[in-house]
């Protein structure tokens, strides 16, 4: 997965509610209805990344089934980079498109 | 990412890691609870677990390698792996740090000769402007020769591209102190000479304006003018003042008269050449001979100025001045040459083939290492494989493979240098007369050319374990310990081509030394047309203040002759101005022609000119081809006789005898006269067995006496032994004349080739070395494939196969290596045949018999390194092997 993309994934996840690794793993999949799956080694180091770049805080807690683990929360200069981000993602997917069926040809 | 952050990851590198690895497990954990909850078991629930998430070792290292300091951390712990690697061989770690450091060590001796000697500008300022100047004379078939003294002003005057010239003399002087006599080295240098080289003296001054006016000399080359000053060399300083600050203005005693010491030159100074020991003003008076040819000369190009323009402008004042004096000056014009070129001869050849040997003997080493890393590798396999079932990457195990080797070389590096620097203090000892030996250090250029050397050797002999290594497939090996027929032919393709190219390089580098051998060879068995052995040279140099008249030094010599006569064994005893091979003496050429050839005709040409006594030509053994010797009937107020060798003989008379006809000499200030010729002699080699037989013409000595005599001694005995008679016989005769030196007319002949010598012995070591190495190479693939083959055979004993087939069988893959290589190294030989050409002697570079000599030696050598492994192959038994399997 392309890195703009998967950082934009990881944001997106987190604009709700801070979650654990597992959590946004879990809520990517989900909200993408099965097709975007982000493997363990992809996941861990976009989150360091993320985190070293503040767009991310991280902090120990404990989770539902009473568990320690690492919740990340969306720092204020994190919700502007998903909101820049996705405005730039969507433009970009109007451009992709407008190429791809400049030709008239009917939508599948 | 703000810089204290850095720091915070820095020093808690561990506790981030600790915290990723708990967040991973914890993220495991989840997964698995909930494949749990989906319904699997437990078991089954953590087994797909980890399927999905991958190598979880893996997953962790991504996440720290985005931390600061991760990429340290590795390294270190990589390279401490690879130590660790290295010391559970510690034989073979042992012998391939040996290997390499002898060889990094070698190379960087002979590159801090080549830097020295060939690449680094002479140790004066701005040498790139100093230039040699010699006199030449087409039309008199002079290619080359001193100047003379008498045109140097008109020179400097007449080239504005010349910055200054001055002129140089070099001879023997007695120098006497209270605890001895000895006759030094000592060049008579006009005005401009320090101020030209630039360099100034390590204590006291140079000559003043009127000690160079003042400085006047005596024909005979001895010092008349009045409060004589004297230059020491730094070597002379040290070893007669003992370095004393107070030694300028002290006296010391040259030829019997008081010198002042008035400065001492600093370490390094040596101009003319190495061997000069004291330094004296002469002067250049506007009336000094304009035919003279015996200076030295040297000049400083203003800056900007070529060295063509130069000689073009130094020409065109020849050419005036033929025309002003053609008496002396017809027919003459000059040559310039960088006073480096002079100064380093045609060494660079040499040191370049033997920089290029040494390098190929480093290949050789750096193939040896990478052939005992491969067969360690093949040992570790299983290693491997398992290291890249668990994720390491491609990138991870070629780094782990280079850093081995790159770890060897290293130590090799390291064991190089100190090889360096003990071959670089071990070299005047090793090394026959190179120019700027002194120079030869381990400076900054040579530090840098061992790292480039080390680095280079590591990637050479890391990258086909690394290579091979990344290419070991992970499904193969993961049966642990299996010894499944997995000969991959890839594998022996590698390991194969390495041991080819070491036969091929052992193979060019013996031809090389097999073509220096013979070279060496013919060199000491050319006819040089005297008899070297059993005679000892004593250069003499009488001084015109003791023996002012020609009648004194021949009374001198007389009694000094009969004195040798008289020491038992010795069977001959003469005297010439000059010798054969000995560099001391006054050695020029006269115009000649038979009495009555016209003016410019051919028959006009110049001889070498030398005095005689008639002893000469017995104690050098040479042959008297018709006429007479000169003898004790030939007396000063005799008839004029001289003689004449056959070359010269041929030239002027061929066809005709030389005997009986008339030669006319030109001999300048001593006057043009007919000389009878009484005897032809046969030819020498006068400057060793490269030179060719040029002609000479002989006077009897008691006619034209000379103070400077090269004293010949034949004996039946050792000439080394007869020496402190020699010794003795001199100090009687006159206690303040020793001679300049004794010297065994072998040994001197041996110098003129000693680097030839020098070059085959170099070249013989590193051919040994590598073709020892060649077939270790041999040997060891041979043994591997035995190895690994031993099921095979085994199953084919058991099934009843012919022990000869199985030699052959492995001899015949040990045959194919050596072939290959040999043809390979052939064509290499080939290729290289040019490099050596320049050093050789009286062989082709592409001569049948070193060629053959040497491939029959290596395959000689390489059919041994079959022989072991093969009766291995046959000594395998069925049994235990198919037990194993």
Same mark, same amino acid.
């Given at each position: ?17 801070p979650?654990?690794? *597992?959590?946004i ?9 099965g ?8 996941? *861990? ?15 120990w ?37 407008r190429?791809?069926?400049?030709d ?5 | ?34 494949k ?16 999905e ?8 290292e991504? #996440? ?10 590795q390294?270190?712990?990589?390279? %401490?792996? !690879? ?13 391939s740090?040996?290997t390499? %450091?002898v ?10 000769? @080549? ?5 680094r500008?002479l ?7 100093? &230039? ?16 003379a003294?008498?045109?140097?002003i008109?020179?400097?005057? /007449? ?12 001879m ?8 001895g006599?000895?006759v ?6 006009t005005?401009?000479f ?40 730094? $070597? ?21 008269r ?13 101009? =003319? ?12 008076p506007?009336?000094?001979p ?9 000049a ?23 025309? $002003? ?28 083939v033997l ?10 080493a ?12 093949l ?6 494989? #398992? ?7 491609f ?51 040579v530090?840098w ?24 497939a ?7 310990g ?17 041991v &080819?190219?070491q036969?091929?390089?052992?193979? #060019? ?10 070279? &060496? ?20 140099f ?8 020609g ?6 010599y007389?009694?000094?002759f ?6 038992p064994g ?14 001391? /003496?006054?050695?020029f050429?006269?115009p ?5 050839a ?5 028959l ?21 081809a018709?006429?007479? !010797?000169f ?30 006809q008339?030669? @006319? ?8 006269? =007919?000389?009878?010729?009484? %005897? ?14 040029q ?21 039946? +005995? ?31 002949? %041996?110098s003129?080739?000693?680097?030839? +010598? ?12 590598a ?13 591997q494939?035995?190895?690994?083959? !031993?099921?095979e ?11 000869? +087939? ?15 290589? &040999?043809?390979a ?12 050409e ?13 060629i ?20 291995? !192959? ?8 198919? +037990?194993?399997?």
């Amino acid at each position: 997965m392309a890195v703009e993309k998967l950082d934009l994934v990881i944001l997106k996840a987190l604009a709700l509610a801070p979650l654990h690794g *597992y959590g946004i793993g879990q809520r990517v999949e989900q909200m993408s209805g099965g097709v975007i799956r982000i493997t363990l080694g992809a996941l *861990y180091p976009a989150l360091q990344r993320l985190q070293r770049a503040g767009l991310l805080r991280a902090s120990w807690s404990v989770s539902d089934n009473n568990r320690r683990a690492r919740y990340y929360t969306l720092t204020p200069s994190g919700r502007r980079r998903l909101v820049t981000a996705q405005a730039a993602w969507e433009r970009n997917v109007a451009a992709m498109s407008r190429v791809l069926y400049a030709d008239g040809e009917p939508r599948p | 990412m703000g810089f204290w952050r850095r720091i915070v990851e820095l020093v808690s590198g561990r506790r981030l890691d600790r915290e990723a690895a708990e967040e991973l497990a914890a993220h495991f954990e989840m997964l698995v609870e909930k494949k749990v909850a989906a319904g699997l078991d437990e078991r089954e629930g953590r087994r797909q677990a980890r399927i999905e998430v991958g190598s979880p070792g893996l997953a962790r290292e991504e #996440v720290a390698r985005g931390r600061t300091g991760f990429v340290i951390e590795q390294a270190a712990r990589e390279v %401490g792996y !690879a130590a660790r690697v290295l010391r559970r061989s510690p034989g073979l770690t042992a012998l391939s740090v040996t290997t390499m %450091g002898v060889g990094i060590g070698a190379s960087a001796v002979l590159f801090a000769l @080549v830097s020295a000697i060939v690449l680094r500008p002479l140790p004066y300022p701005d040498a790139d402007r100093l &230039v040699r100047i010699f006199d030449t004379n087409r039309q008199a078939g002079v290619d080359r020769s001193g100047v003379a003294r008498g045109n140097l002003i008109d020179w400097r005057e /007449g080239a504005p591209a010349i910055e200054a010239i001055a002129g140089f003399y070099a001879m023997g002087r007695t120098f006497s102190t209270e605890v001895g006599v000895e006759v030094l080295i000592t060049a008579q240098v006009t005005a401009e000479f320090f101020s030209l080289m630039n360099v100034q003296p390590a204590l006291g001054r140079t000559f003043t304006d009127a000690e160079w006016r003042a400085a006047r000399f005596s024909n005979a080359a001895a010092p008349i003018g009045p409060d004589p000053v004297v230059i020491l060399s730094h $070597a002379i300083w040290r070893q007669h003042f003992g370095g004393a600050q107070d030694a300028v203005g002290r006296t010391i005693t040259l030829e019997r008269r008081p010198f002042k010491v008035v400065g001492v030159m600093p370490d390094g100074f040596a101009m =003319p050449d190495a061997g000069v020991a004291l330094w004296i003003p002469w002067d250049l008076p506007a009336d000094a001979p304009r035919d003279q040819h015996y200076l030295g000369a040297v000049a400083r190009l203003k800056p900007g100025s070529g060295l063509e323009e130069a000689e073009a402008q130094v020409n065109r004042v020849a050419a005036d001045l033929a025309r $002003a004096h053609p008496e002396t000056n017809a027919g003459w014009g000059v040559r310039l040459s960088p006073l480096r070129t002079e100064t380093v001869g045609d060494i660079g050849t040499m040191l370049w083939v033997l920089f290029g040997a040494v390098g190929l003997g480093l290949f050789v080493a750096c193939a040896n290492v990478a052939l005992l890393s491969l067969m360690r590798s093949l040992d570790r396999t299983d290693e491997t494989t #398992v290291r890249m079932a668990l994720g390491a990457s491609f990138m991870r195990l070629l780094s782990a493979s280079l850093l081995e080797s790159a770890l060897l070389a290293v130590m090799g590096g390291a064991l190089g240098v100190a090889i360096a620097a003990a071959g670089v203090r071990a070299l005047p000892a090793l090394t026959a007369a190179l120019p700027r030996l002194d120079e030869v250090v381990i400076d900054g250029r040579v530090l840098w050319f061992i790292v480039a050397v080390t680095a280079a050797a590591a990637v050479l002999s890391g990258l086909p374990h690394a290579w091979r290594r990344t290419r070991a497939a992970p499904a193969a090996g993961v049966v642990l310990g299996s010894r499944g027929a997995t000969d991959s032919g890839r594998r022996h393709r590698l390991r194969d081509a390495i041991v &080819v190219s070491q036969v091929a390089t052992a193979l #060019v580098l013996l031809a090389g030394s097999a073509l220096l051998t013979r070279s &060496v060879l013919e060199l000491r068995g050319t006819d040089s047309g005297y008899e070297p052995t059993g005679v000892l040279v004593a250069p003499v140099f009488l001084d015109s203040q003791t023996y002012r008249s020609g009648d004194e030094s021949r009374a001198y010599y007389t009694r000094l002759f009969a004195r040798l006569a008289a020491i038992p064994g010795v069977t001959a005893v003469g005297g010439a101005t000059t010798v054969p091979t000995s560099p001391l /003496g006054p050695d020029f050429e006269r115009p000649v022609w038979p009495d009555g050839a016209a003016e410019g005709s051919s028959l006009r040409m110049p001889a070498s000119v030398r005095m005689v006594t008639p002893g000469y030509f017995p104690a050098l053994g040479v042959r008297v081809a018709d006429g007479r !010797a000169f003898d004790d009937s030939d007396t000063p107020d005799g008839a004029r006789v001289i003689m004449v060798n056959e070359t010269l003989a041929l030239r002027l008379w061929p066809g005709r005898r030389a005997v009986g006809q008339r030669l @006319v000499v030109d001999y300048s200030t001593a006057g043009t006269y =007919p000389y009878d010729v009484v %005897g032809v002699v046969g030819d020498t080699r006068f400057k060793g067995p490269r030179s060719d037989p040029q002609p000479e013409i002989f006077f009897p000595h008691a006619q034209r006496p000379y103070l400077i005599l090269n004293v010949l001694v034949r004996s039946e +005995r050792d000439p080394r032994a007869l020496m402190p008679v020699v010794r003795d016989a001199l100090r009687e005769v006159d206690s303040q004349k020793p001679a300049q030196g004794l010297y065994a007319l072998e040994d001197l002949l %041996g110098s003129t080739y000693a680097r030839d +010598r020098q070059a085959m012995v170099t070249l013989a070591v590193f051919a040994g070395t590598a073709i020892f190495l060649a077939v270790l190479g041999v040997y060891g693939a041979l043994s591997q494939r035995v190895r690994e083959r !031993a099921r095979e055979i085994g199953i084919r004993v058991a099934m009843g196969a012919d022990t000869r +087939r199985l030699v052959g069988w492995v001899a015949w893959a040990g045959l194919r290596l050596v072939g290959l290589g &040999v043809v390979a190294g052939l064509v290499t030989s080939w290729l290289l045949a040019g490099t050596i050409e320049g050093l050789l002697f009286g062989v082709a570079a592409t001569d049948a018999w070193a060629i053959a000599g040497s491939v029959l030696l290596v395959a000689i050598v390489g059919l041994v390194a079959t022989l072991v492994p093969s009766w291995r !192959a046959t000594r395998i038994d069925p049994v235990v092997v198919l +037990r194993r399997g």
